[in-house]
């Protein structure tokens, strides 16, 4: 699926396919294409139009830093995790970004709540977003305040254990280790996350392309900092309880 999001003044339209964008003047006036599993016709497609190449699905989930920002011409390639947590497992599903001018273009293979939260936002105050580089900044603000909440949770939840533990501990030694366990893990996806997106923004930040358009950088920056030394918090809490039984 493909929805085009064209800004004319005040005034925001959703298009979905791409159809449309045969037309030159509509065109240049969109500022979103989001493609959520795109077909290879419809990635060939907009390639043509905009004059690019997207990563493959292979290249996106490569983890140097070269691989995850790069400049290149007029525009910017972007791949930054998506923490998913269904309660069962945590992983991290990466969105590519392709910033040119004006214009955001998201490439995702999963429905994300962080898109559909902004997507309600755009709608009710269009005029709050001009590019698509205030877009991204704004999906990736959202982002975080998500890993934020899922730290939140996740800390309570050791907050519990810990309480059982050392109160009313009842359980098999076997059934706390896994749930200690399953909070670790989650806790390392959380913080590869927050570590990926802290590396791409500071790259964007000292990037010439978008000179003026920078004041919301420092804060997500300073927010995610804050975060990750929550994540390291937890790893803390967690092998300490996990040398209690290993003791």
């Known amino acids: 699926m ?15 396919g791409i159809e449309f964008l045969e037309n030159n003047e509509d065109k240049n006036s969109v500022i979103w294409i989001d493609m959520l599993l795109p077909t290879l016709q419809e990635i060939r497609a907009v390639e043509d139009m ?7 699905k292979q290249e996106t989930e490569e983890i140097e830093l070269s691989s995850r920002y790069w400049e290149e011409n007029n525009r910017i390639e972007i791949n930054s995790y998506f ?6 497992s945590a992983f ?57 909440d899922t730290i939140e949770n996740l800390s309570k939840e050791i907050t519990k254990i810990r309480k059982h533990v050392f109160t ?25 996350n927050l570590t990926d997106k802290q ?3 500071n790259s964007l930040l000292k990037s010439q392309k978008f000179v003026d358009d920078k004041h919301e950088l420092p804060i997500m920056l300073k927010d995610i900092k804050s ?14 309880l996990q040398n209690i039984f290993i003791g």
């Open 2 to 16: 493909v929805n085009c999001y064209i800004k004319k003044g005040n005034r925001l339209n959703v298009v979905e």
């Open 50 to 56: 905009f004059d690019m190449q997207f990563p493959t």
């Open 83 to 88: 923490l998913i947590n269904d309660n069962k």
């Open 92 to 148: 991290n599903e990466t969105v590519s970004f392709i910033l040119q001018g004006s214009l955001l273009i998201s490439v995702r293979y999963k429905k994300l709540q962080s898109f559909d939260t902004f997507t309600k936002k755009l709608l009710i105050s269009p005029r709050e977003f001009k590019t698509g580089y205030s877009i991204f900044c704004q999906i990736i603000d959202i982002r975080i305040d998500a890993d934020a």
């Open 168 to 192: 009313d501990y009842s359980n098999d030694d076997e059934e706390i280790l896994e749930k200690i366990s399953t909070f670790e893990d989650l806790n390392m996806k959380i913080r590869e």
């Open 199 to 201: 590396r791409i923004l």
């Open 227 to 240: 975060l990750i030394d929550h994540t390291n918090f937890n790893f803390e809490r967690l092998e300490y």
